[in-house]
């Protein structure tokens, strides 16, 4: 079973920038599609972005279309999810899972167990 771990989260300003990393281990992602989703406080659990494994196919949800971008590394075992002017409303714990990813549905059935401790981001003046 692969377990995945994020990082790259922090506190910046509107408008800054922040690049997540996804890192597996257990085993490789060759083979494994993956999901980002994030969650307010107050808020549901939301699909961010996806990735097929291969890389072909992307997602990304309406309020971060033309902001985030999402790639892979499958050498480095990593998938990463550029963030770029960011807004207030993107404050959230970050997560990544293994997942099935179409361009109109997103990310969905997420495997639970693949599930780190997410990364926080902060945006605020």
């Known amino acids: 079973q692969v377990r995945l771990v994020e990082s790259g989260g922090g506190l910046v300003q509107p408008g800054g920038s922040l690049r997540l990393s996804c890192a597996a281990s257990?085993?490789?992602?060759?083979?494994?599609?993956i999901g980002w989703f994030r969650q307010a406080p107050g808020k549901e659990r939301e699909g961010v972005s996806c990735?097929?494994?291969?890389?072909?196919?992307?997602y990304y949800t309406g309020s971060v279309a033309g902001r985030f971008a999402i790639s892979r590394d499958n050498a480095k075992n990593t998938v990463y999810l550029q963030m770029n002017s960011l807004k207030s409303e993107d404050t959230a714990v970050y997560y990544c899972?293994?997942?099935?990813?179409?361009?109109?549905?997103?990310?969905?059935?997420?495997?639970?167990?693949?599930w780190g401790q997410g990364t926080q981001v902060t945006v605020s003046s």
């Open positions: 990735i097929s494994s291969s890389g072909d196919t992307t």
């Open positions: 899972a293994t997942v099935i990813c179409t361009r109109v549905a997103g990310p969905t059935g997420a495997d639970f167990g693949s």
């Open positions: 257990g085993d490789t992602l060759d083979y494994y599609a």
